[in-house]
Nanobody, 126 residues
Framework: VQLQASGGGLVQAGGSLRLSCAASGRGFSSYVMGWFRQAPGKEREFVAA???????????DFADSVKGRFTISRDNAKNTVYLQMNNLKPLDTALYYCAARINREITRTLGGYDYWGQGTLVTVSS
C-alpha cells in the first residue's frame, strides 16, 4: 500500500484546509486510517483515526485539542481519507502524515500503523 497525502499549504489563523490521503493497492477499505502530525522540534503525535467502515472516529485529547475543529472521514470507493481542518491556529503548524493500519482495532499509537505517507505541510500564520 502506498499513501499520498496532499492539501497542505499556508493559511491564516481561523482559516480552513482539507487534507487528502490517496491510497494505492488493495485493502484500503479494510484498514484503519489515521492522521498524525509533527511540528518542528517535536515528536510526531496522533491527531485522528477512523475505522475501516467509517462508523467510528477517534481524536486526540491533548491540550488545545483538535476535537471540534478537525473532522476525519473516508471514501472507500475512492481509496481516500480526509482531514477537514477548521478554525486553524498557529499551533496546528506541522507536517501532517496519513497512515494505514491492517489491524481493525483503532489505535493512537504510531507503532500500530503499518504504512505511512510522505507528509504534507500545513503552516498557519497569526
Amino acid at each position: 500500500v502506498q499513501l499520498q497525502a496532499s492539501g497542505g499549504g499556508l493559511v491564516q489563523a481561523g482559516g480552513s484546509l482539507r487534507l487528502s490521503c490517496a491510497a494505492s493497492g488493495r485493502g484500503f477499505s479494510s484498514y484503519v486510517m489515521g492522521w498524525f502530525r509533527q511540528a518542528p522540534g517535536k515528536e510526531r503525535e496522533f491527531v485522528a483515526a477512523i475505522s475501516w467502515g467509517g462508523a467510528n472516529t477517534y481524536y486526540t485529547d491533548f491540550a488545545d485539542s483538535v476535537k471540534g475543529r478537525f473532522t476525519i472521514s473516508r471514501d472507500n470507493a475512492k481509496n481516500t481519507v480526509y482531514l477537514q481542518m477548521n478554525n486553524l491556529k498557529p499551533l496546528d503548524t506541522a507536517l501532517y502524515y496519513c497512515a494505514a493500519r491492517i489491524n481493525r482495532e483503532i489505535t493512537r499509537t504510531l507503532g500500530g500503523y503499518d504504512y505511512w505517507g510522505q507528509g504534507t505541510l500545513v503552516t498557519v500564520s497569526s
